[in-house]
Nanobody
Framework: QVTLVESGGGLVQAGGSLTLSCEASGRTFSAYVMGWFRQAPGKEREFVSSIRWSGGSSYSADSVKGRFSMSGEYGRNRVYLQMSNLNADDTAVYYC???????????WGQGTQVTVSS
C-alpha cells in the first residue's frame, strides 16, 4: 500500500506562482510513474503532469505546458508541481497519483485545493 499526501495548495492571485508537494510512503517506487491530476467544479478530471521515479523525465498537458513543471526529490520520496502564470482556469482540486501507468494510477492522494483569484 502506498500513501500519498499533498500539500501547498491555497489562494493565489492571477499571474502568480505556487508549488505543490507530494510525500509518498509505504513501498518502493523505482518502477513507478508519479504525477498530478486536477478536477475543477463541473468539469471532468484531467491529467496535468507526470514524472518517472527513475530517470526524472517529465511530461505535461498542453494546457499547462510552459507554465507548470514537475520535479522529484527522490531521496525524500517527494515530488513537486511548480506552477507559474496562474489563471482562473487553473482553479481546481489537485491530486497526486502514482502507479505503473499514468493513464490508470494505482494510488491517489486526498487532493489539495488551488484557487486563483481573478
Amino acid at each position: 500500500q502506498v500513501t500519498l499526501v499533498e500539500s501547498g495548495g491555497g489562494l493565489v492571485q492571477a499571474g502568480g506562482s505556487l508549488t505543490l508537494s507530494c510525500e509518498a510512503s509505504g513501498r518502493t517506487f523505482s518502477a513507478y510513474v508519479m504525477g498530478w491530476f486536477r478536477q475543477a467544479p463541473g468539469k471532468e478530471r484531467e491529467f496535468v503532469s507526470s514524472i518517472r521515479w527513475s530517470g526524472g523525465s517529465s511530461y505535461s498537458a498542453d494546457s499547462v505546458k510552459g507554465r507548470f513543471s514537475m520535479s522529484g526529490e527522490y531521496g525524500r520520496n517527494r515530488v513537486y508541481l511548480q506552477m507559474s502564470n496562474l489563471n482562473a482556469d487553473d482553479t481546481a482540486v489537485y491530486y497526486c497519483v502514482a502507479g505503473r501507468n499514468i493513464r490508470t494510477p494505482d494510488y491517489w492522494g486526498q487532493g489539495t485545493q488551488v484557487t486563483v483569484s481573478s
